[in-house]
């Protein structure tokens, strides 16, 4: 980073904490470091920016039924937005002998996990991008979609926004690239032009997950499973058991209360489904069954259902 710029030696006043953990294996298979800086002292007394993160359930559910993906990632994205000079001594370091290099130093440039960075980052994609999202591509952070019909608009829609980032000067990674695919993993989702399903690596995850001994532990499988949440019928009741056990008020004792609901949660993952991604032209239809009311969208081959929608007050 030293060489790249993107920090500097520092006489800052201000010194937070270092760790250094493994990054993910590249194509080649080398294996790569991440600096870890615990800015939490720093981010106690900094101003907010308020910018909304896209949902990611509103992306999955506005790719419709495209045949063809793109997906995108920048290289090192928070690196490539400068931070204002007057407050970079903010974000002072000290590292004693790593890699032959001691000292004191800050950051040139934006990192991961000072307040406010996502929402900075989330604006600055959306400004390079305006006009293309919901059209031709959506961004979540420094990961990019793009999706089409068909190769010819596809190799278009790949030139806007090309064009876009030559614009601004951001520079992308190319070994995690992906282009024209037919099925593509993003966010997390495998998608295709059936709809989206998880990601097998993380209900792998799921499936070997141990079982948890502290509340800790079940917040961080809460936490896993819960982004899945939209292929898991009555999730919150469900998992309710596990929720209970998690709180700090209450004694941690795993019974056969909680492992039920462990054990099924999991049976529940391994046999997740394709959830298909509706089309926004479908004509919405009430159905009424006794005294019950639901949503769905009929289709003369097939019928879809779902409990998001309540209707009151109806007679």
Not at 173 to 182: H, S, W, Y
Not at 198 to 213: E, G, H
Not at 251 to 276: A, C, G, H, I, L
């Amino acid at each position: 980073m030293l060489k790249q710029n993107i920090i500097k030696p520092s006489i800052s006043p201000w010194s937070a904490p270092v760790w250094v953990v493994p990054k993910k294996m590249d194509a080649s298979g080398k294996k790569k470091w991440r600096i870890v800086i615990d800015y939490r002292r720093l981010n106690d007394v900094t101003i907010n920016e308020v910018y909304p993160i896209p949902l990611i359930s509103d992306i999955l559910d506005q790719l419709g039924h495209s045949k063809y993906f793109s997906t995108l990632d920048l290289v090192s994205g928070f690196h490539q937005i400068p931070l204002n000079p007057n407050d970079a001594e903010k974000t002072g370091f000290t590292v004693i002998n790593t890699n032959g290099i001691s000292g004191h130093f800050q950051f040139n440039r934006m990192l991961f996990g000072l307040k406010g960075a996502p929402s900075t980052f989330q604006r600055l994609m959306n400004t390079v991008l305006s006009g293309l999202q919901g059209l031709h591509c959506f961004v979540y952070l420094d990961d990019c979609i793009i999706y089409s019909h068909d190769l010819q608009s596809h190799m278009e829609k790949l030139r806007l926004v090309f064009d876009r980032f030559r614009d601004f000067n951001l520079k992308l990674q190319p070994d995690k690239c992906e282009f024209f695919r037919r099925e593509v993993t993003y966010l997390g989702h495998v998608i295709t032009d059936k709809g989206v399903s998880p990601n097998p690596d993380k209900v792998k995850s799921v499936s070997n997950y141990p079982i948890p001994k502290n509340p800790k532990e079940i917040k961080s499988f809460l936490g896993l499973v819960g982004y899945y949440r939209r292929f898991i019928d009555n999730f919150s009741k469900i998992t309710k058991p596990l929720t209970s056990l998690s709180k700090r008020d209450v004694n941690f004792n795993w019974t056969q209360e909680q492992d039920p609901s462990f054990q099924f949660v999991k049976r529940k993952m391994n046999f997740s489904y394709v959830t298909s991604i509706s089309r926004f032209f479908a004509t919405v239809y009430c159905h009424h069954r006794r005294r019950r009311w639901r949503s769905i969208i009929a289709r003369s081959y097939r019928k879809r259902q779902t409990d998001r929608v309540c209707l009151k007050n109806i007679k």
